[in-house]
């Protein structure tokens, strides 16, 4: 089926779905499969669904934990200590970094994950 004529036939099927009872549901989701083509527990999710719309698919953003001048400068610091795995790497941060600098203390902080699964850049 295409798209708005899929749309009137889930609007009434939907109605007709939530109005009837156990066994009627059955019928009518049998009559919706064999229309769609669609398996039944997705056809049942389909009539169950209250929103009429699709909804958005936005996704939220995470936010970011360090700067971009931060993940250089890690990104520069693992490639000169030869690319070391990340909890070595946490371990080496404090000498390589100089106190005075306000990125050191944010970098201190890096999570292992974090490390771990950033692709700053590859290797060679």
Same mark, same amino acid.
Request: contains cysteine; charged residues 30%; proline residues 5%.
């Given at each position: 089926?295409?798209?708005?004529?899929?749309?009137?036939?889930? @609007? =009434?099927? *939907?109605?007709? /779905?939530?109005?009837?009872?156990?066994?009627?549901?059955?019928? %009518?989701?049998?009559?919706?499969?064999?229309?769609?083509?669609?398996?039944?527990?997705?056809?049942?999710?389909?009539?169950?669904d209250v929103?009429?719309?699709?909804?958005?698919?936005?996704? @939220? =953003?995470? *936010?970011?934990? /360090?700067?971009?001048?931060?993940?250089?400068?890690?990104?520069? %610091?693992?490639?000169?200590?030869?690319?070391?795995?990340?909890?070595?790497?946490?371990?080496?941060?404090?000498?390589w970094l100089?106190?005075?600098?306000?990125?050191?203390?944010?970098?201190?902080?890096?999570?292992?994950?974090?490390?771990?699964?950033?692709?700053?850049?590859?290797?060679?």
């Open positions: 089926m295409a798209g708005k004529r899929l749309e009137q036939a889930l @609007k =009434s099927y *939907r109605q007709r /779905y939530w109005k009837s009872t156990r066994k009627e549901k059955s019928l %009518i989701l049998d009559e919706f499969c064999e229309l769609t083509h669609y398996h039944r527990k997705y056809a049942t999710a389909l009539l169950n929103n009429d719309e699709p909804s958005p698919d936005k996704r @939220k =953003s995470r *936010r970011r934990l /360090y700067s971009e001048q931060s993940i250089r400068i890690l990104a520069a %610091i693992w490639k000169a200590a030869g690319y070391p795995w990340s909890v070595r790497l946490k371990a080496m941060l404090p000498q100089p106190e005075k600098t306000g990125v050191s203390s944010s970098l201190l902080t890096v999570l292992m994950m974090n490390v771990s699964f950033s692709p700053w850049e590859t290797r060679g």
